[in-house]
């Protein structure tokens, strides 16, 4: 329905209700449930074996779920099989026809479905052109580079239409900077096409930099979701907030003070740091500290002074790697004058630490 004031209604175009899969005695998917707008970039994270694959595959129906529902575009699809459900799957290893060529490949649904071969030969034409294929129609996979063929799978699955596109690590097999341009381009062409994409990674900067909405997953259940930088600056739980972010988070056992205000660090001759808010005193936490809010600092002023074991520079970054225990990362954009074996200062950026309980490790 139309909005006519303030900003437009939103539209459920995927929902999956109290997903559930066993396999065999092995639980994969614990009752998860999650909303997907109609035209959003969704992205599915997670350690190995989370269960990320499993829940794109159920909903393109490769795999059977042992409960819950599923709903595309408002229909039930639980029952439905694989190739009506009207999504189109796009995956690492490309599956392209390598005895068909690039035309081949792209308008072979059309084909089946008995479209002429002049009209789906127009139809590859420009799919050619939104892909950047123009000129290659004629030639055979194996005559292609891999940007090239996963341009191809991209093709593939927007000539059919889909009501969404669900993608399974389709960059893995690519290096890294073709990794860095196909995200782009694969973020643009779902900006140009208006689609609905579901996109499962292992990578958290993939799925940062593409997705307005991040899902990240822990032994099949969603352990958080939400917009990228909220999911950087509000981990609700200390896996989070060391799965999203590069170089990961720091991590140092500490406890709250006497007035609750503040939080000691359990290292000798660190200062406390202020909260800005009221937490549990004597309460035994995790105090978590982003690399690029330790700052270097002149060793006579600095909240910390401590030994350095590794220094990298990529030229526009310095990381620091410390010989403490646990060791810490800091991340500096200045150029620093520091070697394996100095000491330097390190203050820490205000009202940027993270507090965890150190049981349960949830946020505080
Ligand atoms: N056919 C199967 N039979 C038994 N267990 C399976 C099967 N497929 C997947 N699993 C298990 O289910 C869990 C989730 O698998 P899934 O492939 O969804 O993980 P993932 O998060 O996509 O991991 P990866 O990044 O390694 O692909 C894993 O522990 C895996 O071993």
């Not at 992205?43 to 393109?60: D, H, I």
């Not at 917009?227 to 609700?236: A, E, F, G, H, Q």
């Amino acid at each position: 329905m139309p909005s006519y004031w303030g900003p437009p209604v939103s539209e459920i175009q995927i929902e999956l209700a109290n997903i559930d899969k066993h396999y065999g005695a092995f639980h994969a998917l614990k009752n998860v449930s999650l909303s997907i707008e109609k035209g959003s970039f969704v992205a599915l994270v997670g350690p190995s074996g989370c269960g990320k694959s499993t829940l794109l595959r159920s909903l393109a129906g490769l795999e059977s779920i042992s409960g819950g529902t599923i709903k595309i575009a408002g229909e039930v699809i639980n029952n439905v099989p694989p190739r009506k459900r009207d999504v189109a799957m796009v995956f690492q290893s490309y599956a392209l026809y390598p005895h068909m060529t690039v035309a081949e490949n792209l308008t072979y649904s059309l084909r089946i479905k008995g479209i002429k071969k002049d009209v789906a030969r127009r139809s590859a034409e420009e799919i050619a052109t939104t892909t950047g294929l123009t000129g290659l129609l004629d030639r055979y996979p194996r005559e292609l580079s891999g940007g090239q063929r996963q341009r191809v799978a991209m093709g593939r699955a927007i000539i059919r239409n889909p009501k969404a596109f669900l993608f399974d690590e389709p960059l893995s097999n690519l290096d890294a900077a073709l990794r860095v341009h196909m995200r782009k381009e694969i973020r643009a062409l779902h900006d140009r096409l208006g689609a609905t994409s579901v996109y499962v990674t292992h990578d958290q900067i993939e799925a940062m930099t593409m997705a307005d909405h991040v899902v990240v997953m822990r032994d099949g259940v969603i352990e958080q979701q939400g917009s990228p930088l909220d999911l950087y600056d509000r981990p609700v739980s200390k896996f989070v907030a060391g799965f999203i972010g590069s170089p990961a988070m720091n991590f140092l056992p500490g406890t709250i003070g006497a007035d609750g205000m503040s939080v000691g660090l359990d290292i000798e001759g660190a200062p406390s740091l202020p909260l800005g808010r009221k937490a549990e005193a004597g309460q035994k936490v995790t105090v978590g500290l982003r690399p690029e809010h330790l700052v270097a600092a002149d060793p006579a002023v600095a909240a910390l002074r401590l030994p350095v074991a590794v220094v990298e520079s990529t030229g526009s970054m310095t990381y620091l790697t410390t010989a403490t225990v646990p060791e810490l990362t800091v991340v500096e954009t200045r150029r620093i004058d520091a070697k394996a074996g100095d000491t330097i200062g390190v203050s820490i950026a205000p009202g940027h630490v993270h507090l965890f309980d150190a049981v349960s490790e949830k946020a505080i």
